[in-house]
């Protein structure tokens, strides 16, 4: 006897709920220890140390030293916590629109490390890999940037700050009940997300999209089955994509190379409305915040999938993701896996 239309729904709902459940939980057990560690670090001036740190940095993309602190506040926090700080010291800086577009999109290359980094990792990809690729590439981007603007005179007039942030209440009560609402509305998005993902993929529109997207994909080195997770990270953000990420690796249904590549896209490239409008509102430009970012970031993973394509699977397996053992367990990889073995 077929079970009725009700019941049917009912167990759909149950094992989105623990899907969602378990995926959050895996995502959480990351960002949580990570968050508080970096909130301590911060209370003991582990920023200002990072910012002193960094000061020489930013003479090489045409930035004062000062910046280096602006900088360290968003590799350690997030785009918020730059922003409280760049509003700070933006006034006595007098930074032109050309050196605020280079800041900020450095920002939006590499933010919030110590998580965004962890979430990738736990989908296979080494960290030192990772770190190395966010932070010279937010380098290579400024300094490119920086060069252009001064050689075409572009955008050489005094930036304004569009918005003037509050400074965060400091307390741990206040930055527990922040890290509550943000673990809450995480819940809530991927549970959303993966009820669409499964609309989509009863309706066959999944299997659409997926071949629409495979000719650019396999153009930059993944393929179609990589299209729907790397368009979420890149749309929604990292901590979304990569928690979807982590339960595609671990099932097996992605090779390593189209998680590697993905996360690598979504590294350099994601949330890109939320966040490309955060950086709008300190003074940057659209010229670097979106087109330059975007076009040098699928340039830098079209380049690597063309190094991927050149180097041994145990080179790759070596210097860039390890063993399938520590993700996948035994008889769980898919068509994505085997394929690239």
Not at 79 to 101: H, I, K, N, P
């Amino acid at each position: 006897m077929k079970p009725s239309i009700g019941a049917s729904v009912a167990a759909e709902c149950r094992r989105l709920l623990g899907q969602t459940a378990k995926t959050c939980f895996d995502l959480f057990k990351i960002t949580v220890p990570i968050s508080i560690l970096v909130k301590i670090l911060s209370d003991a001036g582990a920023i200002g140390f990072l910012g002193s740190f960094l000061s020489p940095v930013m003479d090489l993309v045409g930035l004062p030293g000062s910046m280096g602190l602006v900088w360290a506040a968003g590799l350690m926090t997030n785009l918020y916590g730059a922003l409280v700080v760049f509003a700070s010291l933006a006034a006595e800086a007098a930074l032109t629109v050309a050196q605020v577009t280079v800041l900020t999109t450095m920002l939006l290359i590499a933010h919030a490390l110590p998580v965004e980094l962890r979430i990738a990792q736990m989908a296979g990809p080494r960290f030192w890999t990772m770190i190395l690729l966010r932070l010279f590439s937010a380098l290579m981007l400024g300094w490119m940037l920086n060069h252009i603007y001064r050689f075409g005179d572009f955008l050489q007039h005094p930036n304004r700050l569009l918005w003037q942030p509050a400074a965060p209440d400091p307390s741990w009560t206040a930055w527990i009940g922040g890290e509550l609402r943000t673990m809450a509305m995480i819940f809530a998005i991927i549970l959303v997300l993966l009820v669409v993902m499964r609309v989509l993929e009863k309706a066959r529109i999944l299997d659409l999209f997926c071949r629409l997207l495979e000719r650019p994909l396999i153009a930059l080195g993944m393929t179609g089955q990589a299209a729907p997770i790397t368009v979420i990270g890149m749309t929604l953000g990292l901590s979304y994509g990569g928690a979807l990420i982590i339960q595609e690796a671990r099932s097996g249904r992605l090779g390593a190379r189209d998680i590697f590549l993905s996360l690598a896209l979504m590294g350099l490239c994601h949330s890109i409305v939320e966040d490309t409008f955060v950086m709008m509102l300190a003074g940057g430009h659209l010229s670097g915040l979106l087109a330059a970012r975007l076009l040098f970031s699928l340039t830098v993973v079209f380049l690597l999938g063309k190094f991927f394509q050149r180097i041994s699977e145990e080179s790759f397996r070596r210097y860039f993701f390890p063993s399938w053992d520590n993700l996948v367990p035994k008889g769980g990889r898919g068509k994505g896996a085997r394929a690239e073995e």
